[in-house]
């Protein structure tokens, strides 16, 4: 797994040291500021430019708060942001694995649930937290359908970026995002997306 050079996980800062719940969690996803999308790593985005997780985190809660209104289901909007926020929590720990990786999806699924366990189960609430990402793995509801989609819309809204940057043709990212996406208005998002890379 490949991190910003030279840096620790920041969670081995806080050796030997006593301090609250939600400062050690803190240190803790705060690594996924420094874990890079392994995806772009693979396909030749060069480190100075790859996204982080935590980077691509922050985009899809922003596709999910200004896109979750116009999806023309009853969605609970409040829920669906802080799903988007926290469905890459699993990453801290297990890091970011790509379909390139040697593992089965039942060995990925454990990991991570490990890894949000750990961040998560010494936090007020913790419980609510982790059915919450349980719920986001799971897919069935209706909120985690549309988050598993926005996941990948901003993947190829990324790919699109580093795509005008001339950075790599990313046509794989585009593929994988057009089989995900169901919801018409996401559809018509990414359909306008591809428009502009003729």
Not at 47 to 75: G, I, N, R, T
Not at 133 to 160: C, I, N, T
Not at 168 to 182: K, T
Request: glycine content about 4%.
């Amino acid at each position: 797994m490949i991190l910003l050079l030279g840096s620790p996980l920041p969670i081995t800062l806080l050796n030997g040291k006593q301090t609250l719940p939600i400062i050690e969690a803190y240190f803790e996803f705060n690594h996924l500021k420094h874990l890079y999308r392994q995806g772009w790593l693979n396909h030749g985005i060069e480190p100075k430019s790859c996204e982080s997780v935590a980077e691509h985190s922050f985009c899809v809660a922003l596709l999910a708060l200004f896109l979750a209104d116009e999806y023309h289901l009853k969605l609970d909007t409040t829920k669906v942001i802080r799903m988007a926020l926290i469905h890459d929590l699993g990453e801290v720990y297990a890091g970011d694995f790509t379909p390139k990786d040697a593992i089965e999806q039942n060995q990925k699924y454990q990991l991570e649930k490990e890894s949000i366990l750990q961040v998560l189960n010494k936090l007020p609430h913790g419980l609510e937290w982790i059915a919450l990402w349980e719920d986001y793995e799971k897919g069935e509801s209706p909120e985690s359908q549309f988050v598993h989609q926005l996941d990948r819309l901003e993947m190829a809204l990324q790919a699109s970026v580093y795509e005008h940057l001339g950075l790599a043709n990313l046509s794989v990212f585009f593929e994988s995002a057009n089989q995900a996406l169901s919801a018409q208005q996401l559809k018509s998002i990414f359909i306008s997306l591809k428009d502009l890379r003729d």
